[in-house]
């Protein structure tokens, strides 16, 4: 993606988070581009709120107007973020490439990818920067990614488990 549309792209993310306290109008780029995404939010380098779609369910500027909200206001694991927070906030975009099955998860690598796992009807998904940010070996992402779905540590090793990797463009303020 080039950096004209990054910069648009971050720039949208602050100021529809800026809107939803000001209530002023939002105008969105009209565009045909889709990828799922996700938007992150830290403040001090600690997650603040983090909200995505794997795949895209809207054109790109709309849906990250709307994730950018999302996270800030709906990520169930944190207070709404308020207005004197918002300017404490650094705003980090991951776009996705396709999510692709695999059949091991010999096949997904630490920091390249990103990795969803299905065990029956649970799902969690860990973005590629997880495995950098953590510090995790890929047993121990494997294991938390298992109880982010609500699932035992150990659920990725059970004959049912399937998995998808994808990568992402990350970029942010």
């Known amino acids: ?11 949208l993310s602050r100021c529809s988070i800026r809107s939803a306290f000001t209530g002023e109008p939002l ?3 009209d565009t045909n581009m889709r990828r ?4 992150t939010l830290r403040i001090g ?10 795949e895209p369910v809207a054109p790109l ?6 994730l950018a909200r999302d996270a800030a206001f709906k990520d169930h694991r944190f207070d709404p973020l308020t207005a004197k927070e918002l300017e404490l ?3 980090e975009i991951s776009l996705l490439s396709h999510p692709v099955p695999i ?5 997904f690598v630490m920091g390249e990818h990103g990795i969803i796992m299905s065990v029956g009807n649970r799902r969690a998904v860990f973005l590629p920067q997880v495995a950098e940010e953590t510090g995790w070996s890929k047993d121990e992402l494997l294991s938390a990614l298992g109880r982010k779905a609500g699932l035992p540590p150990d659920a990725w090793k059970a ?3 399937s998995f998808s990797v994808f990568t992402a463009e990350v970029f942010s303020e």
């Open 45 to 54: 380098g600690e997650l603040r709120g983090c909200i995505g779609y794997l």
């Open 89 to 91: 906030c650094r705003i």
């Open 36 to 39: 799922g995404a996700f938007v």
């Open 27 to 29: 105008p969105i780029p």
């Open 159 to 161: 004959p049912d488990a």
């Open 103 to 107: 059949l091991s998860t010999d096949d």
């Open 1 to 11: 993606m080039d950096r004209t549309v990054r910069v648009e792209l971050l720039e």
């Open 61 to 66: 500027f709309e849906q990250i107007a709307m």
